[in-house]
Every structure is written in structure tokens, then in C-alpha cells.
């Protein structure tokens, strides 16, 4: 079974920080690049952040460049989105999904998300 479990999320303030996690089971991780979307309400879902063992490529949104990290642990086959200096626009749903490659356009797999609130 195709599993992906997304944990991390959660209250914050506004210029603090928080590291979402992914973790993958039921398919073949090197294959696949692991990547972050957000939904926030009445707003269209953003592609954030992708790493690819494919191609050893990452992709940040512009929105989020400088601010935000994405890594992997090929070990756990769990992927890493440590946010800093949080505002209050990225007060979201964060998904995890795995695709073909980055950015992530399309994808095989998603996750049930994590629910990450900024606070003023």
C-alpha cells in the first residue's frame, strides 16, 4: 500500500519556524521526486518545494526562496521542509506528493496533508 504520512504542522508565530516531515512507504522513493503543496483557503494550490534523486534537483516558489528547505533521508525514505521565518501567508494545508520530477506538475501520490496556522 502507497503511503505517504505527512506530520510537523502545527500553531506558529509569525518569524518562527517549523520542519514538516514526509514519510514514504509502499513504492520505490529514488524513484520518484518528493514534493510540498499548499492549499490555503480560496487561494489555488501553490507548488512550494521539490527534491528529485532523479536528477538531484530542488525547486523553491519564488514566494517561499530563501525561507524555506527541502531535504531528504533516503534511509527513513522521508523528505524534510524546515520553514523559517514564517509569515502569515503560509497559513496552509501543506501536501505531500511524489511525482515524475521536479517541479512537481503532476503527481502519483499524495499524502492526507498537515495543517500549518501563522499567527500575528
Known amino acids: 500500500e502507497v503511503q505517504l504520512v505527512e506530520s510537523g504542522g502545527g500553531l506558529v508565530q509569525a518569524g518562527g519556524s517549523l520542519r514538516l516531515s514526509c514519510a514514504a512507504s509502499?513504492?520505490?522513493?529514488?524513484?520518484?521526486?518528493i514534493g510540498w503543496l499548499r492549499q490555503a483557503p480560496g487561494k489555488e494550490r501553490e507548488r512550494v518545494s521539490c527534491i528529485s534523486k532523479i536528477d538531484n534537483s530542488t525547486y523553491y516558489a519564488d514566494s517561499v526562496k530563501g525561507r524555506f528547505s527541502i531535504s531528504s533521508d533516503n534511509a527513513k525514505n522521508t523528505v524534510y521542509l524546515q520553514m523559517n521565518s514564517l509569515k502569515l501567508e503560509d497559513t496552509a494545508v501543506y501536501y505531500c506528493v511524489a511525482a515524475p520530477g521536479c517541479p512537481p506538475y503532476e503527481y502519483d501520490y499524495y499524502g492526507q496533508g498537515t495543517q500549518v496556522f501563522v499567527s500575528s
Open positions: 509502499g513504492f520505490t522513493f529514488d524513484d520518484y521526486a
